[in-house]
């Protein structure tokens, strides 16, 4: 009877490598000469069953592992070349498997060019369409950019997914039972995948913060990352492998137009997985609830940073366990805002956060510290406000610091429960601010920035308001 025969020399390779073993010292363990092995990694001789038995024997090896194309890569190579630009190039499908065992990083870089390629080609299909109808309907090209249809969608709907939070829940207990969860996950990656985490200096990494290298099983992180953004990094990988059945089906769930939407969104929904391996809902509400929400206190709890924590907190809506109605927004120095979340979804019609007003763009003047307020909206709501600057990757000598601002927000009837709603429970002093200068109808403010547009200015050569665009 014939012998079955596998040839999966690259993966062996790889296997070899990660466990950090020379040729000579696996030929040894397996019985077979040094030269053999080499010519099995080369895919010039197959492996054997009695070799796959071997391995399994002294290594501990899942064999499944080197029979099948688990990452579906061989797969997407196949799509790219069933294109029609280039379906005439390959006789056959051998050598997209050769390309994929043994460049799998060259084969990933193809994916993803022909990827780019697709979506630009729908990009200026859209502009095309744009353009025929000589500017009319112009929300058409911000409706389908795809980080634009993300940040609407996340920003709306609650910042919670339950799946994932009871996913990582069931990790935590499992896996991250001490006190340093930065090394357990090095371990788990290590022990479960044979992946290994290095640290790499600027140069090295030049513009990547984050990069898994395929061939070697490495994954690499910027030392310009924080200590806590790098565990948090080491978290996203984590969640790639343990999660990934919860993530893509939340992500599916999405109603997103695009590919590339639901791609940035499952990125968006690893940040939050990640999140929740480091701080897993019950534990973190329970220590949330003990110390009255205090983002200090929380941050040395869970050897996180401030960003972290305090997007936490604005995911706290499963049932029998919810917490105040936390939101939060995140903009730059020049007034962007970049991300907008809670625990109910942003209230963008009441809120925005567009207000110059606000504290959050006043704390890029004093980095590092927290400020607090309590603001009024035209119709009388209010809201208790926290901001904070957030500092990203180490610069480099002669790079502009990438600085942004956090601000955490809940409705000002919730405030009690924090220890900063004392603060300003007593006090009658009130910030009145408005959702947008356009949109606001506050007469005499000093900081309006654009006319309303509800509003005729209403100047004339003879009397002026407080500021150019103010009205009467």
Request: glycine fraction near 8%.
């Amino acid at each position: 009877m014939a012998e079955n025969k596998i040839f999966a020399g690259p993966r062996l390779r790889r296997l070899r490598k990660a466990l950090g073993l020379t040729q000579t010292a696996m030929a040894e363990a397996l019985a077979i000469s040094p030269s053999y092995l080499n010519l099995i990694e080369r895919n010039q001789r197959p492996l054997t069953v009695q070799l796959l038995l071997k391995l399994t024997a002294v290594y501990d090896v899942d064999i499944t592992a080197l029979q099948s194309d688990d990452s579906g890569m061989l797969s997407q190579l196949k799509l790219v070349f069933s294109d029609p630009l280039l379906s005439g190039e390959l006789p056959g499908d051998q050598e997209l498997v050769e390309v994929s065992e043994a460049a799998p990083n060259a084969a990933l870089a193809l994916i993803k060019l022909y990827r780019a390629y697709g979506e630009q080609a729908a990009r200026l299909s859209d502009l095309t369409a744009l353009l025929a109808r000589e500017g009319h309907d112009t929300g058409l090209a911000s409706a389908r950019l795809p980080h634009e249809e993300v940040q609407t969608l996340f920003s709306r709907r609650p910042a919670f997914f339950p799946a994932i939070d009871a996913a990582a829940e069931a990790f935590h207990r499992g896996v991250l039972t001490g006190d340093d969860p930065g090394t357990l996950l090095r371990a788990w990656l290590k022990q479960k995948h044979g992946i290994t985490v290095r640290i790499l200096p600027p140069g090295a990494m030049v513009s990547l913060g984050r990069r898994f290298d395929r061939h070697t099983m490495r994954l690499f992180i910027s030392s310009r990352f924080s200590p806590h953004d790098r565990q948090r990094e080491i978290a996203i990988e984590v969640a790639h492998l343990a999660l990934r059945d919860e993530i893509s089906t939340t992500a599916d769930g999405l109603t997103l137009s695009s590919d590339e939407a639901r791609r940035l969104a499952r990125f968006e929904l690893a940040r939050y997985a990640a999140n929740a391996l480091l701080m897993p809902y019950g534990p973190f509400i329970e220590a949330a609830r003990r110390e009255r929400f205090d983002i200090s206190l929380l941050c040395g709890r869970f050897s996180v940073s401030f960003e972290q924590a305090a997007t936490r907190l604005a995911s706290l809506r499963r049932p029998q366990q919810t917490g105040p109605g936390f939101f939060a927004m995140e903009v730059d120095g020049a007034g962007n805002i970049l991300r907008r979340f809670g625990a109910d979804g942003f209230p963008h019609a009441d809120f925005r956060g567009e207000c110059p007003k606000l504290r959050v763009y006043e704390s890029f003047y004093q980095p590092g510290r927290l400020l607090s307020e309590r603001v009024e909206m035209p119709d009388g709501s209010q809201f208790l406000l926290l901001s904070r600057t957030v500092d990203g990757p180490e610069p480099a000598l002669d790079e502009r610091p990438r600085r942004t601002a956090l601000l955490l927000g809940l409705p000002f009837a919730e405030a009690e429960q924090t220890v900063y709603g004392k603060r300003h429970a007593g006090s009658a002093e009130v910030e009145r601010i408005g959702p947008v200068c356009r949109l606001c109808e506050r007469q005499g403010c000093l900081s309006r920035a654009e006319p309303a547009i509800t509003r005729p200015l209403g100047l004339d050569e003879m009397a002026a308001g407080l500021s150019a665009f103010d009205f009467r």
